[in-house]
C-alpha cells in the first residue's frame, strides 16, 4: 500500500480500534486497520458489555459519564442500538456491614460533585429486582447505566467505520514498525503500509506493538471468564453486582443469564488463547444462586475466558506515545473499557487531528507507567 492511499493506520480490530478508526475517518483521515485474526476475536468479542459508570476509579469517572451520554444515543452514532438498553447497574449490600463502604462512596461522589450514584434501601431493590434474595438489605444504583450486546455493537461499529472509508484488513498481524523518515513503515502481513500516524489499539498484546517503536510499558493480562444459561423467563431488568464478591448477573434480551464479574481464567498470550479455570469459576455460580436462589437449577449452556491487558493501577492507557511522535495509545482498559469505547474514539480522533483534547487525560498517560518500572 501506499502512502498516498492512508494517512493513519490502527492496529487492532476491537471495539476500540474501530472506534478510533470511525471518529479518525469521520474528522477526514483516511484510515486503514489492520486485525491479526478478525474484527472481535478477543475481548470486544467475549466481553459482558456492561455500561457501567458505577463504580469507577474517579479519574475515569468524567470520561465515563461523557462516554455514557454516547451510549444514550449510540443509534445516531453508528445508525444501530448496539442492544443498548439502560435498566440501571446496582452494587447490592447483602448485609448491613456491607452498607458503610457504598455510603462512603457515596459521599466521594457527592463531594466530588457528581450525583450519579445514589443508596436505595431494601425495599426499593425489592422493587427493582424482585428476584433478589429477601437477606439483601440495600444498594448503590446509577440508574442510567445499562449492558448492550457486544456482537451487535462490532457490527454496528464495524459497518460505520466501513461507511465512512476505512478499509479493514484481518489477518494481518503487525510483525515490525520502522521510521521512515517522518512515516511508519508497518508490515502486517502481506500488507505493506507507510502513514505518518499508527494507533496502536491492539488489547492484549498492545504492550508489544509499543515496544516496536520504543515505548517500553509494562503491562498485566486479564482472563475473566463469562457464564451463560438456558433462557428463562423475564427474571431482572438491571445489572447487579454485589459488594465483596466477583459477580456481575444480568439477563439477556434472548433470556440467557449473563453470569460474570472477573473471576479469573488461565490466558496463553503467545498462542493467543484463553481457557475456563472451572473451579474459580464454581465461586461466580454460587454467588449467583446465593443472591438469585431461583436460578440454583438453571442450566449452564457455555462459558469462556476472554484476554484483555490490565495496568498497574487498573486505569487505561490513552494518549501520545512519549516515545514516537505520530503513535497514540489506546489499551490497558482492565476488565472495565467496553462502556468507554465511544469516548476513546473521540479522544483518539481529537489528539491526532488537533493535537490535544478538551478530556482530562493526564491520569491515562504511557509516562505514568513506565517511571514505575525504571524506577523498580
Ligand atoms: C469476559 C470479559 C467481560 C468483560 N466485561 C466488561 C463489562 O461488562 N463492561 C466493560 O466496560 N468492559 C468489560 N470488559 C472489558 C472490555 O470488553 C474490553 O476493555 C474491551 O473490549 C477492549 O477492547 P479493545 O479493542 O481494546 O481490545 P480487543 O477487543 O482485545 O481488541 C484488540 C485487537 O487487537 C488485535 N491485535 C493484537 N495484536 C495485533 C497485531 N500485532 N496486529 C494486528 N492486530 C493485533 C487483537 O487480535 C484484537 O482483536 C470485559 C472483558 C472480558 C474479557
Known sequence: MSRSAF????????????????HLARAGRRVVLVEQNWVGRHASGATAAG?????????????????????????????????????????VAEFTAHLPSL?????????????????????ELLKLVPAIAPHCVGALIARRDGAADPHRALRAFRRSCEGAGVVIHEGCGVTAIDRRGSDWHIRAGEQE???????????????????????????GLKASMMIVTERLAPLLKPVVSVVGRSLSFKQSDQGTLVIGGGLQGRAD???????????????????????????????ITRSWAGIEAKTKDLLPVIGPSPN???????????GHGFQL??????????????????????????????TTRAAA
Open 324 to 334: 514516537a511522535s505520530g503513535v497514540f495509545h489506546a489499551f490497558g482498559f482492565s
Open 193 to 219: 503500509i507507510t502513514v505518518p500516524v499508527i494507533v496502536n489499539a491492539a488489547g492484549a498484546w498492545a504492550a508489544r506493538l509499543a515496544a516496536l517503536v520504543g515505548d517500553d510499558i509494562p503491562l
Open 341 to 370: 469505547v465511544p469516548v476513546v474514539g473521540s479522544i483518539i480522533a481529537d489528539l491526532v487531528v488537533s493535537g490535544k483534547t478538551q478530556r482530562h487525560i493526564s491520569p491515562f498517560s504511557a509516562e505514568r507507567l513506565m
Open 103 to 123: 455510603e462512603k462512596r457515596l459521599e466521594t461522589m457527592h463531594q466530588q460533585g457528581y450525583g450519579h450514584e445514589e443508596i436505595i434501601d431494601r425495599a
Open 7 to 22: 494517512d493513519t493506520a490502527v492496529i487492532g480490530g476491537g471495539l476500540h480500534g474501530l472506534s478510533a478508526a470511525l
Open 269 to 299: 498470550i503467545d498462542a493467543q488463547k484463553s481457557a475456563v479455570d472451572f473451579t474459580e469459576l464454581a465461586k461466580g455460580a454460587r454467588a449467583a444462586t446465593d443472591l438469585f436462589p431461583s436460578v440454583k437449577d438453571v442450566r
Open 51 to 91: 455500561v457501567r459508570t458505577l463504580g469507577r476509579d474517579l479519574a475515569e469517572v468524567p470520561i465515563s459519564l461523557e462516554s455514557m451520554e454516547m451510549w444514550h444515543r449510540i443509534e445516531a452514532i453508528v445508525g444501530d442500538h448496539c442492544g443498548f438498553h439502560s435498566y440501571g447497574q446496582l452494587r
